[in-house]
């Protein structure tokens, strides 16, 4: 028996985000802090100095009701918040402000595409901690503190251990990161740290365990075998591997006979490795305490109603609505989709090109400039599509002249491609391609015939019934009408006067 078909794999996926406020959480110190002198963006409350008042930040509490609200949350209508106690030095107060017994958001959800539902158990609000650096000189060792980051407003988001695999748990986390993106709550950038992703992994026997009300519980005398955690993820793509990895890890040990013990692990990205942290605390080591210095926050009616102003129609929306109406392809759709900035340009570009095209043929068309031509220069160039700077009804009118014929499809791409390296005018370039077509077109006849002439060789071959020779001929053509012939006229033309 394989080892998948012997043992479940359970995961629960704890994210932080820092969420896009102007200022920190309890204080008015900005933000951003990425690249900074160190200690620039402090104040008393956010270096925990005693005496000092922490004044929630209204934006924040906001972002994070959004962020329940686009993953079908219930909201408290009540805010709380607690102490949650540790002892490092990148938290000056020895204790962090955060969320215990009442979350912000509770029960929500999302679906992934296999059809499985990953709940969400909670998402609550807190404030980040400190970043500390260790250094040596000298043989001495040394830590530096940078408070710049304490008291960023970070969002925690928890989800039960429903998630049945690496790539569900991959999948989840590309949801919040979009979701995150698209209503402007996170820049989520995994490598600045403004998400962070954290899996919780066991596994068990098959059969010998169930799901109950968001619980892990074991049937009959099975006991169940502890969690473990896994830290310092600075991708999604290392989220997928370092779950990967230990599940493999963990079915060795239960294998061998080795007891799992309940730990925090990180994960070493250039080994491709988890190692051993700490042996995982509990709720009873953070001797949580309601917070005396924050009153509670009544969240109204209005205020749901007016946060919920800030939804647009979300990346899984949009691909239903891609495929549904305009019959794009699966794959295309969610590609474009995948980020605002591309389905924008989607979008704008299918309504300029909608009035001669049609809605759908627009739609197509869109799509497959987008995911031929326009992606390929962007992964080429390492840049977005919108960073190309190509005005949209320009890029409309490059398409309906191929549409209509007046050059191919590869003149249309490389004429593309000249403008966005060269900065030509698109416009201009198309102009001076109708004329040279105008020229031409009379010309076609004698232009075959001037190839026949010059290509002896390739003649003879296709005479003596090597048919691929027509398609260098059809290239020299091509080449003589400056890419504005119709390559299928051109062949049958060629065809015609070759049979004589
Ligand atoms: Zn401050």
């Keep these: 028996m394989s080892e998948s078909e012997k043992y479940d794999v359970i995961i629960g996926l704890e994210i932080h985000i820092q969420t896009n406020t102007k200022s920190k959480m309890f204080c008015s110190c900005p933000t951003g802090y990425f690249q900074k002198e160190p200690n620039t963006h402090v104040c008393p409350v956010c270096l925990g100095l005693p005496g000092a008042l922490p004044v929630p930040n209204k934006r924040a509490i906001e972002l994070c009701i959004l962020m329940?609200?686009?993953?079908?949350?219930?909201?408290?209508?009540?805010?709380?918040?607690?102490?949650?106690?540790?002892?490092?030095?990148?938290?000056?107060?020895?204790?962090?402000?955060?969320?215990?017994?009442?979350?912000?958001?509770?029960?929500?959800?999302?679906?992934?595409?296999?059809?499985?539902?990953?709940?969400?158990?909670?998402?609550?609000?807190?404030?980040?901690?400190?970043?500390?650096?260790?250094?040596?000189?000298?043989?001495?060792?040394?830590?530096?503190?940078?408070?710049?980051?304490?008291?960023?407003?970070?969002?925690?988001?928890?989800?039960?251990?429903?998630?049945?695999?690496?790539?569900?748990?991959?999948?989840?986390?590309?949801?919040?990161?979009?979701?995150?993106?698209?209503?402007?709550?996170?820049?989520?950038?995994?490598?600045?740290?403004?998400?962070?992703?954290?899996?919780?992994?066991?596994?068990?026997?098959?059969?010998?365990?169930?799901?109950?009300?968001?619980?892990?519980?074991?049937?009959?005398?099975?006991?169940?075998?502890?969690?473990?955690?896994?830290?310092?993820?600075?991708?999604?793509?290392?989220?997928?591997?370092?779950?990967?990895?230990?599940?493999?890890?963990?079915?060795?040990?239960?294998?061998?006979?080795?007891?799992?013990?309940?730990?925090?692990?990180?994960?070493?990205?250039?080994?491709?490795?988890?190692?051993?942290?700490?042996?995982?605390?509990?709720?009873?080591?953070?001797?949580?305490?309601?917070?005396?210095?924050?009153?509670?926050?009544?969240?109204?009616?209005?205020?749901?109603?007016?946060?919920?102003?800030?939804?647009?129609?979300?990346?899984?929306?949009?691909?239903?609505?891609?495929?549904?109406?305009?019959?794009?392809?699966?794959?295309?759709?969610?590609?474009i989709s995948s980020t605002k900035e591309n389905a924008t340009y989607f979008e704008n570009l299918q309504k300029v090109l909608s009035p001669k095209l049609g809605e759908k043929d627009a739609a197509i068309e869109a799509s497959n400039w987008l995911m031929g031509t326009l992606y390929s220069i962007s992964n080429e160039k390492g840049i977005t599509v919108s960073e190309m700077d190509i005005d949209i009804t320009e890029l409309a009118l490059l398409i309906l002249s191929f549409k209509e014929g007046i050059f191919t499809k590869n003149k249309a791409e490389e004429l593309l491609r000249e403008c966005i390296e060269n900065g030509k005018d698109i416009t201009a370039e198309i102009e001076n391609l109708k004329q040279a077509k105008n020229d031409t077109s009379g010309d076609i006849d004698n232009i075959v015939e001037e190839c026949i002439v010059q290509n002896p060789k390739a003649v003879e071959d296709y005479k003596s019934g090597k048919d691929a020779s027509i398609g260098f001929l059809v290239g020299k053509i091509m080449q003589a009408t400056k890419g504005t012939a119709n390559p299928n006229e051109v062949r049958n033309i060629l065809i015609e006067k070759l049979k004589r």
């Design 68 to 335: 329940g609200l686009a993953t079908n949350c219930d909201i408290d209508k009540e805010i709380y918040f607690d102490r949650k106690h540790y002892f490092y030095p990148d938290l000056p107060k020895g204790y962090q402000i955060s969320q215990y017994k009442r979350a912000i958001c509770t029960d929500g959800y999302i679906d992934l595409k296999n059809g499985n539902r990953v709940e969400i158990e909670r998402i609550h609000q807190e404030e980040d901690v400190a970043k500390s650096t260790h250094h040596s000189e000298n043989n001495k060792e040394y830590s530096l503190i940078d408070y710049n980051k304490s008291g960023v407003p970070l969002i925690e988001i928890v989800t039960k251990p429903c998630i049945k695999s690496a790539q569900e748990a991959k999948e989840f986390a590309t949801k919040i990161r979009q979701i995150s993106r698209y209503l402007n709550i996170s820049f989520a950038d995994m490598e600045k740290g403004q998400m962070r992703c954290e899996p919780n992994i066991s596994v068990q026997e098959k059969g010998k365990w169930e799901y109950k009300d968001g619980k892990i519980l074991p049937i009959g005398d099975y006991k169940l075998n502890s969690k473990v955690e896994v830290k310092n993820i600075g991708s999604i793509t290392a989220v997928e591997k370092a779950i990967e990895y230990e599940v493999k890890r963990l079915v060795d040990d239960i294998e061998n006979g080795k007891e799992i013990i309940q730990q925090t692990r990180g994960w070493n990205a250039e080994k491709g490795v988890t190692e051993f942290q700490r042996s995982k605390e509990t709720a009873d080591d953070y001797r949580y305490m309601p917070e005396p210095d924050i009153l509670v926050i009544d969240v109204t009616e209005e205020d749901i109603e007016r946060i919920s102003s800030e939804i647009v129609e979300l990346p899984d929306e949009k691909t239903e609505r891609y495929i549904s109406s305009w019959g794009i392809s699966e794959y295309s759709a969610e590609v």
